[in-house]
């Protein structure tokens, strides 16, 4: 069965300050995807990145950065320097035959 | 492209009435999924299809809720009766694998139809 886990369901931070957003995922399978997407208020989902099981190389785009180790099935998220602007619910997902999203980590930014 | 396009973007009807709801996805993408999103629940896996046919519907609650995808251009989400507790967005979502193709490998998400059963 696949499973993902986002155990922080809110984050408050101040602006500028750094965060990380926790993912864990559980699957059997060795090929399989892994996503972030962000939801704004707006209420929209917004694909943020994707990662294929047999490359771990960690990914930085702008202020996001995504770390991704098999040996604790974890594929978690950080944001540099935060803004107001990323204020918004996060999903995680894992993509095998299906998509299966975590719960969602909202992320409140304060000026 | 124009996206995957859903239809209504609001819908406000009273219990046990027949809500259905439409999307159309991206030209190319063999793969669409319909997933429901509450506070409660988060954003649950209704059905999927591939290539129009329906390959997993375990997560359709039950039998109220029906999908269909007639062609690969056309796919509905039918609710008959619906109940408050179908209050929810719904959203549909089309990729496809492979490469060539606009938006391969990625799950694009339509801007959803939010329901409101009174």
């Known amino acids: 069965a696949q499973k993902v886990t986002q155990a922080q369901t809110e984050i408050s931070v101040v602006e500028k300050e750094d965060v990380t957003l926790d993912c864990v995922y559980e699957?059997?399978?060795?090929?399989?995807?892994l996503f972030w997407y962000k939801q704004p208020p707006s209420g929209e989902l917004v694909f943020l990145i994707r990662?294929?099981?047999?490359?771990?190389q960690n990914e930085i785009s702008g202020r996001y950065s995504w770390n991704f180790q098999k040996s604790t099935s974890s594929f978690n998220f950080t944001i540099t320097a935060s803004q107001v602007v990323d204020s918004a619910v996060y999903f995680c997902a894992l993509l095998r035959n299906d998509m299966r999203f975590g719960a969602g980590t909202r992320l409140t930014v304060k000026p | 492209d124009a996206g995957v396009i859903q239809s209504p973007r609001h819908e406000v009807t009273e219990m046990g009435q027949e809500v259905t709801l439409r999307c159309k996805p991206i030209s190319g993408h063999d793969y669409l999924f319909w997933y429901r999103q509450t506070m409660m629940r988060g954003l649950e896996l209704l059905i999927y299809?591939?290539?129009?046919?329906?390959i997993d519907d375990s997560g359709m609650p039950e039998d109220r809720f029906s999908a269909k995808m007639p062609n690969a251009s056309f796919s509905t989400l039918k609710i008959q009766p619906s109940e408050p507790r179908d209050s929810a967005v719904y959203f549909c979502?089309?990729?496809?694998w492979g490469q060539g193709i606009s938006g391969a490998n990625v799950l694009t998400f339509g801007a959803g139809s939010r329901l409101t059963v009174l």
């Open positions: 699957t059997r399978d060795t090929t399989y995807y």
């Open positions: 299809f591939n290539n129009n046919v329906p």
């Open positions: 990662r294929n099981s047999f490359d771990e």
């Open positions: 979502a089309t990729t496809s």
